[in-house]
């Protein structure tokens, strides 16, 4: 009989740790490496004996069947001893990370107090440090902390294997919310490893390498247990390890033939960024190889098409081999995985028009794969995405309409909806936002996961992602994703951190929506900071690549724009910190009402010179020279549309320093009208004088249209559009 028809028998991970003790004892399960590279390795017959020890501990410490445990661990291989002594007895784990000294415990006492915590265990080193940790917490320090330490009891017998419907509760990330605890039943966990497996062409010759956290889904269900369902090696690593020195984890892979490894887009930046620095000359024990690698999966947070470019060829030098690199798409509450490439198929990419992109249409220049691209177009009209494969066997995706559900064809953007044994239970007690996000389809009786991201298919089946539908930007009709905003923001100036800017709106007492950015800046720049400066190049590069004005840039320290347990920015929160006046020990902020203008409009000759500076910027928009823009002719014949009128509209608000309402575009559309009203004294533009001028400029224009042509005339005057 094959593993995988004795698998078919198994009804949870342990059963199969169980049989592999039993079959294959001598087989290293484990190997942990410390900061210094030393190795520590554990075989399947000690796990399952240090498993079945420490669960006969736990169950004379009456914790029974259904009862939840919060597993606060540093990362080691007692954490894998811990969990799976849970699931031995029925006891549903609750991995969380560990908090640190002097910190808030607030994310840790929402999750004690949701699932209602009968306990919390620690490994032994940690253990009594832990309760001092949580002493000043009135709901942590009533709970009992457990160490993995096992006291023999006299006389008690073996505890029973047991097992309910929930393997483990998996809380999310809370980037958008307060955590909520996911339902990860044994049956969608088993069947999103058996999915893993075909995808990835997992089997016992293979060797996993991950410095992922044990309590982050992807860290737990493929660096840990994959490897007891596949049946092989997994090289383990702190994750502070990584960030320390991540050429670290490359060399793991190098020593210990790393076949598979994965980490989130970051990662890779870091790495690349590492190899391109690498000396080639090495001596023959420093030789860094990664021609063992078959797969490297990326996930986790946004995916990069200029990142796997730039990890693949610092990569090549090394032996890196071709279709290694595999983005994919998963989430907590699909188990993990929803989609991803298997061994040797190429991984998509699109160049899109970025018009059309904001206004939610895909309209495709170019496509390609990973391996045959050699350089990125840097028009600025265009978009890149990077694919996340196909979904996963067993399962059926569907791209639907957030508002009514209604599937969508392929190349149309919608919500990513996902069906199939690797869904898991919904949420721990929380039926109604159960109810929302796990939802019944009336024609198939299909329970479909909205993962609450946007997303489309192009006509090969390929899926790829655009953004959190929560996080969304929509500004005028045009829909902005924040990841773009803050890959421009710190790529700015090489003063500010990589990955370490939140960006999301704000709405004004006017109703208008405004962009704000939290930005980290580098440690060694904070004692010159150079906030206006920084803050201009953004504003101009956003405006440039986005056509969207930055409204305000708050800079901070490093390590304070708020993210979640496994890296993830919270914009939510870091929204709501903004809002409540919490940033107010910024390093600096900037904003546009407090910019200093470039104009003035009381000067000698304002008028004259505000006609030759917007002149200026419509003949930059309409790339011709200045002296051909007709000063009196409206600015939709001289062929502005409603993305270089914001365009305009917010470089003039640059330059004077002024709030300039978009109906102003409306009311004075001429070179000579705007210019003459900005230049007029303030109490001037509010006369009767003035609206007569106003109503008669209209009026001209505007008579013979009818009143849908007048609305949507006012649209495109206000740079917006009638579809969102």
Known sequence: MSDRDNRSTEDSIVTILQSRARLTPDRIAYGMLDSRFRLSEITYSQLYADVSALADSLAARRLAEGDRCLLMFPQGLEFIAAFLACLRIGVIPVPVNMPGRHKSLERWEKIAADCGASCLLADQASAESLQGIISGSSVLSALPVFSTRVEEERGLPAAAPARGEIAL??????????????????????????????????????????????????????????GIYSGFKVILMKPNDFMQQPLSWLRAISRYGGTHTGAPNFAYELAAERLNQLETAQTEDEALSLRTLERAFCGAEPIRLETLLKFKRAAKRFGLRENVLSPGYGLAEASLAVSTYRPGQPVGWLRLDKRDFRL?????????????????????????????????DEHVLSIRNPENGKELGDGAIGEVCFAGPSVTGGYWNRPEETSQTFWREEDSGRVYLRTGDYGFRDANGELYITGRIKDLIIVRGMNYYPQDIERISFLSDPALRPDGAAAFSVETEEGEERVVVIQEVERTAIRGAACGRWARQIRQRVLRELELMVDTVVFVPPMQVPRTTSGKIRRGRAKAMYLSGEWDRAIGVDSRSDSEPLLSLDRHGGEAALADFIAGLIAEQLAVPADEVDRNAPFMELGLNSAMSLSVRYSLEQALGVHIPATLLFNYNTVTQMSRHLAAPSDSRNSPEAAAERKTASDTELDDLSEDELLERLRYELGGTNHV
């Open 360 to 392: 939610g249409h895909v309209n495709i220049l170019g496509r390609g794969n990973l391996e045959t691209i050699r350089e990125l177009s840097e028009e600025a009209e265009e978009v890149h995405l990077v694919g996340s494969g196909y979904v996963v």
């Open 169 to 226: 509760l998996q809380y999310t990330s809370g980037s958008t919310s307060d955590p909520k605890g996911v339902r990860v039943t044994h049956l969608s966990l088993l069947n999103n490893l058996k999915q893993l497996e075909r995808k990835f062409d997992f089997g016992e010759r293979s060797v996993m390498v991950s410095w992922l956290p044990f309590y982050h889904d992807m860290g737990l269900i493929i660096g840990i247990l994959q």
